[in-house]
């Protein structure tokens, strides 16, 4: 066969061209859930405010955006040391953090994000391992991962907030899951919509994504040490073959 006429024939599908060739930077793809897969982080914030209003905590419902990818228990120190000047107890955080979770889970199910499906879908196409990456523990939406998006994700290929000592920002998260790839730092790419989940593939050493698909904007995802920022996830998906093909250029000049 001839590659060139069979690229001829089908000259929007780059992501078939690219996938006997792809360098070893592009081995991996290390994805967080929340905000990326899942339209899942309006339902946070509101069950964040519900939690706050019931309990006479002072908030705003788009702080929870930047606070995405901390734990519940340092979620809720913030608010307390801001509010009254200490951290949380013990019991304070565990039963606060355990009404939140319950409002969450009263609200309508999480919708997957609009794009998500076809950003997944070029991944495999080009033959990249993809790893789930989340801090989260809502056990409620792991479970509908591969219904949501099936094929895409082998169910050992996770790392939840069980997998790990240290959340987000810290490393510790994506460094797990090359390790659980087999692939080196520049062998793999991050993709998040956190400043918080940002740094943290940033600090690992991948070429980190950002996605904006909240209310933060784009500049704290690079101050964050994104790599390349898009502005939605069906921005994201529709630009991905040619963000690859300028990832595979780049390599072959050294
Ligand atoms: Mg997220």
Avoid at 186 to 209: H, K, M, W
Wanted: glycine content about 8%; aromatic content about 8%; charged content about 25%.
């Amino acid at each position: 066969t001839c590659p060139a006429g069979h690229a001829a024939r089908r000259p929007q599908r780059l992501t078939e061209m690219t996938l006997h060739n792809l360098p070893d930077i592009t081995k991996a793809v290390l994805f967080d859930m929340d905000g990326v897969l899942y339209d899942s982080m309006p339902g946070h914030a509101r069950a964040w405010m519900e939690m706050c209003r019931r309990e006479g905590l002072h908030a705003e419902y788009d702080e929870f955006f930047g606070y995405e990818g901390r734990t519940g228990a340092s979620t809720i120190n913030a608010l307390f040391q801001r509010q009254f000047g200490r951290d949380a107890t013990d019991e304070e955080k565990t039963s606060l953090y355990q009404r939140k979770t319950e409002y969450f889970r009263e609200l309508p199910p999480v919708l997957p994000m609009e794009g998500a499906l076809d950003m997944l879908s070029v991944f495999r196409e080009v033959g990249m391992q993809r790893v789930l990456v989340t801090g989260s523990g809502q056990q409620s939406v792991l479970d509908n991962i591969s219904r949501d998006f099936p094929g895409m994700f082998d169910d050992d290929k996770r790392i939840t907030a069980r997998s790990v000592t240290h959340g987000k920002p810290h490393p510790e998260p994506f460094i797990k899951a090359m390790q659980l790839a087999r692939v080196s730092p520049s062998q793999s790419i991050v993709v998040e919509n956190a400043p918080l989940g940002v740094e943290a593939g940033d600090r690992a050493g991948a070429f980190t994504v950002g996605v904006t698909t909240g209310p933060i904007p784009r500049e704290a995802m690079e101050e964050a040490g994104a790599a390349v920022v898009f502005s939605s996830m069906p921005e994201f998906a529709h630009m991905l073959p040619s963000l690859l093909l300028s990832l595979l250029t780049i390599t072959s000049d050294y």
